[in-house]
């Protein structure tokens, strides 16, 4: 019996379930799938509890799709360094009709169940500067990225969902232009902000005029390898976006005007940007285009994680 006991938890060892994992992927054949895809596409459907795949380390080059029938989905990496979902396609990349592939589909990986989560990983869009490229595209609300890379140029994290709501926390964000976009209400909590090299916009907000938050930045840091003032803290991609940054430290690759209004001079009146005791070469508030707001200490405490996820704990399932 004490053999058998043993067996069984070897066993357990192997397919990852004496740590909690429902499904273990590894490209050498020791977990249930050699590839995230399977692992994704063994997800019971509408199930009502958590499924958790561990991800050991690796280069999966997969074009993933996690199905909006596949809610209360974890994934975690065994080292957020060496564990890496890629993917290279990009905009202008042609499908099989000899079509461009547009910004949409080029994504490495699209998340559209709810409930989703992902911890100790690398998100990547492998293709270069070659235009737009995105590496993460969220559809389902209730998604949370906890110490997770996002690598990429134009365009690396799409966040799509129309009344979505998502948490970054302590993850890293690279790009040059408009690498932080779409229409999600999105909280970054001590995430760093890489801007690299050739200049651009942090976040092009397409906040819906219904909704009361889009983007909000909480003790991040903004740096990179780009020149000084090469970077627009945002602009616009649709009228009402909303982007505001409290607490960070912004480096000199910040502009001191720090917001551009797409050339549209409607938008000046319609976007919603916004800063609070923000520090570093970056930070300069009296520089700052005259439409954009420094917010009063009272204006500050509408911008709490349970306000801005709309009662939403993301630390919890």
Not at 32 to 42: I, K, L, M, P
Not at 228 to 248: D, H, Q
Not at 287 to 293: E, N, P
Request: charge should be positive.
């Amino acid at each position: 019996m004490r053999k058998l006991l043993s067996l069984l938890f070897l066993l357990g060892l192997l397919t990852g379930r004496a740590f909690g994992y429902d499904f273990v992927v590894a490209q050498d054949g020791s977990g249930q799938y050699r590839t995230v895809q399977e692992a994704f596409n063994a997800v019971p459907d509408f199930r009502k509890k958590v499924t958790t795949i561990f991800i050991k380390k690796g280069v999966y080059k997969e074009k993933l799709i996690l199905a909006g029938s596949k809610n209360l989905v974890t994934i975690i990496g065994e080292d957020r360094e060496q564990t890496i979902l890629t993917y290279d396609d990009y905009n202008q990349k042609k499908n099989i009709f000899g079509e461009d592939k547009g910004t949409s589909g080029s994504s490495s990986i699209y998340i559209y169940g709810t409930d989703f989560s992902a911890e100790n990983l690398t998100f990547q869009n492998s293709s270069g500067p070659v235009g737009q490229a995105v590496a993460v595209w969220v559809a389902g609300d209730k998604a949370r990225f906890r110490n997770c890379r996002f690598l990429g140029f134009q365009d690396t994290l799409y966040t799509y969902g129309y009344g979505s709501r998502q948490y970054y926390q302590n993850c890293y964000i690279e790009g040059t232009v408009d690498f932080i976009f779409g229409s999600s209400t999105a909280f970054f909590e001590d995430c760093t902000i890489f801007c690299k090299k050739g200049g651009g916009y942090v976040t092009a907000a397409s906040t819906p005029d219904s909704t009361r938050y889009g983007y909000v930045f909480r003790n991040c840091r903004l740096t990179g390898d780009a020149p000084a003032g090469s970077f627009m803290l945002g602009r616009p991609w649709r009228p009402y976006a909303k982007t505001v940054f409290i607490n960070c430290e912004l480096g000199e690759q910040i502009a001191a005007v720090g917001w551009d209004h797409w050339g549209k001079e409607t938008n000046k009146q319609t976007a919603y940007y916004a800063e609070y005791q923000n520090k570093g070469k970056g930070a300069r508030p009296k520089q700052r285009v005259a439409w954009s707001h420094q917010l009063t200490d009272e204006q500050a405490q509408a911008y709490t994680r349970e306000k801005v996820l709309r009662n939403w704990d993301p630390s919890k399932n």
